[in-house]
């Protein structure tokens, strides 16, 4: 069945983006045609387009016709939609929101780091960072086998994307999660995983 027609979906983004990969990674999986337009979204050629489609200037922005979407989260419910597919439950929304925040606090992080402040410095926003990501990645060490996780394709590629942002930008280590360094490998040996990796 051709579930995609006409106009081809725009998913505004960049390689590196954790974000972008999650719903990159999904459309491959799920046989959707998504064309990736990839912008350093700090510079100041690209930034205008980043900002034309969304005040919030932030990616990953899907273009869909007359449609522009913008959060992964949202964009990820659009598709589900589009292709017929059952919405996460309460429990599986609840564990996306806690790895996005994990997601979010790195963010914070990579950009308070660009700005020349020291992350590792005794200060009350970057400690709130630092507990909300080790206790985040603590957490989901020990929830890998529940059923609402193992059962929901979207927080799989979320994780994954999640913890190979980490590997390649070294943010955090991860190493003494044995469940996590076992799903990194292994989820990273999926073709998808390997057609976005961010490193080449
Ligand atoms: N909640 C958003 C987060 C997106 C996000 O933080 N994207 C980053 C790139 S990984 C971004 O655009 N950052 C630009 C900025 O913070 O100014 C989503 O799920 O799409």
Redesign the pocket.
């Known amino acids: 069945m051709r579930l995609f027609y006409g106009v081809i979906m725009q998913l505004i983004g960049s390689v590196p983006?954790?974000?972008v990969r999650r719903v990159r990674i999904w459309a491959q999986e799920n046989d959707c045609k998504l064309e990736l337009v990839s912008l350093d979204?700090f510079s100041d050629q690209d930034r205008p387009t980043m900002a034309s489609k969304n005040p919030a200037?932030?990616?990953?922005i899907l273009v869909d016709g007359d449609l522009t979407l913008s959060?992964?989260?949202s964009i990820l419910r659009y598709l589900l939609e589009k292709t017929g597919q059952p919405k996460l439950t309460w429990p599986q929304e609840h564990l996306l929101t806690t790895i996005?925040a994990c997601n979010?606090s790195l963010?914070e992080m990579v950009?308070c780091k660009r700005s020349g402040f020291d992350t590792k410095s005794d200060k009350l926003f970057f400690n709130l960072q630092n507990e909300r990501i080790e206790q985040i990645l603590s957490f989901l060490n020990s929830h890998l086998s529940d059923e609402e996780f193992k059962s929901c394709e979207y927080l799989n590629i979320s994780l994954y994307c999640l913890l190979d942002w980490i590997c390649f930008r070294e943010l955090a280590d991860f190493s003494q999660h044995s469940a996590l360094v076992a799903f990194h490998k292994q989820y990273g040996e999926r073709q998808a995983a390997i057609d976005t990796n961010p490193r080449h």
Not at 57 to 60: S, V
């Open positions: 983006s954790p974000y979204i200037r932030k990616i990953p959060d992964s989260n996005n979010d963010v950009l």
